[in-house]
Every structure is written in C-alpha cells, then in structure tokens.
C-alpha cells in the first residue's frame, strides 16, 4: 500500500477524510496487508483521525461562538434597566 500517490491529508476535504480513513479501517481489518503495510495504513489512519478529531473541535468552536452571539441578544436598555433595579 504505497503512500507516495496519497493527497496530503490537509488538503482533503472532510467528507475525504472520513472515507479514506474508513477505506483504511477496512484494509486493516481484512488482515491481508503485509506487515510493513499494515504499519503504513495505521499511520495514515492516526493521522487521519488527528486531522478529523482537529477539524471538529474547531467547528464545535465555532458554533458556540454563534451560539454565544445569539444568547447575547440583551440590548443596552435592558442591561440599564436591570441595572437600577439593583
């Protein structure tokens, strides 16, 4: 299983990721590889799953930055208000 044709995993789109890596999971599982390509395979498989799992956690942040945004919908007025009732 040669990685020299391989597209670098950061130019993979996500949905390219997640097949390759599961393209991977699946080779490792038939237990046909060779040793020496079985190691290759699991290698581009962590690294796959690195990139994926880093890929999420910045989506995650991003949608609670939004998330955020929308729970502070609190105006200038209504923090006054709530201010002089203090």
């Given at each position: 299983?040669p990685q020299?044709?391989?597209q670098?995993?950061?130019e993979?789109?996500f949905?390219?990721?997640?097949?390759?890596?599961?393209?991977?999971?699946?080779?490792?599982e038939s237990?046909?590889?060779?040793?020496e390509?079985s190691?290759?395979?699991?290698?581009r498989g962590v690294?796959l799953l690195?990139?994926?799992?880093?890929?999420?956690?910045?989506?995650?942040?991003k949608?609670?930055?939004?998330?955020?945004?929308?729970?502070?919908?609190?105006?200038d007025?209504?923090?006054?208000?709530?201010?002089q009732?203090?």
């Amino acid at each position: 299983m040669p990685q020299d044709n391989l597209q670098p995993i950061e130019e993979l789109t996500f949905r390219q990721a997640m097949a390759e890596l599961e393209q991977t999971v699946a080779k490792l599982e038939s237990n046909t590889l060779e040793l020496e390509d079985s190691l290759e395979a699991y290698e581009r498989g962590v690294a796959l799953l690195k990139n994926l799992k880093a890929r999420i956690g910045e989506a995650q942040q991003k949608v609670d930055v939004l998330v955020g945004q929308l729970e502070q919908s609190a105006t200038d007025e209504e923090i006054d208000t709530t201010l002089q009732k203090a």
